[in-house]
């Protein structure tokens, strides 16, 4: 599959950047530096709309009338959730292997995070320069998972520190409801490049 140019944030989004653009952090466990979780992709979705309008981007999303959904605008170069693609492109940084280095090097996980996410960064980037792309919280893609039997399901990357070493992998992938939300969920940004 061929993937387009695309920006990636080199880092989770953090409790206190949501809060920046939100006004309030929905996270669990106040921390700033920690990234924001508890979050549904509808909450990450609106982030980027948000996050657009202040710099004068336009929408990626456009919101279902009851609020319980959203469809990208795909000629919109506003702030967005990466493609499922292009999140598995990001955390591989063209290594073949299921994981970017030795785990407990790169990710923050059940073994190692004692009950809770951590600050973002504090774990070895990978060959791009991009941290905890597995561990520490999981990560809302923009895709939706299978439409024909899941519906509006979206799809997460990336294992969380909730999860056993063998659930922070490249290849791991889960879907819920939009509206979900735990403490071990969040999100990282991206826009696509029309400039290119």
Avoid at 87 to 112: H, M, Q, S, V
Avoid at 115 to 128: C, F, H, I, Q, Y
Avoid at 160 to 182: K, M, Q, V
């Amino acid at each position: 599959m061929a993937i387009k140019p695309f920006l990636i944030c080199r880092y989770q989004v953090t409790q206190s950047f949501y809060a920046k653009v939100m006004g309030v952090s929905p996270s669990s466990i106040a921390a700033e530096d920690q990234p924001v979780e508890t979050v549904s992709w509808l909450h990450a979705a609106r982030f980027c709309n948000r996050l657009s309008a202040m710099v004068k981007l336009p929408d990626r999303y456009v919101f279902s009338s009851d609020g319980q959904d959203a469809t990208a605008v795909a000629t919109s170069d506003g702030f967005r959730l990466p493609s499922e693609a292009e999140w598995e492109f990001a955390c591989r940084a063209g290594t073949k292997g299921l994981r970017y280095g030795p785990i407990a090097d790169i990710a923050w996980y059940g073994e190692n995070s004692e009950g809770g996410s951590k600050a973002v960064g504090t774990k070895r980037p990978n060959d791009w320069g991009l941290h905890d792309m597995l561990g520490n919280v999981w990560e809302w893609c923009e895709d939706v998972y299978d439409p024909a039997v899941y519906g509006t399901y979206r799809i997460f990357r990336g294992g969380g520190w909730a999860d056993h070493e063998r659930g922070c992998l490249a290849t791991n992938r889960r879907r819920s409801h939009p509206t979900f939300a735990i403490d071990d969920l969040g999100f990282r940004i991206a826009r696509s490049c029309f400039w290119s």
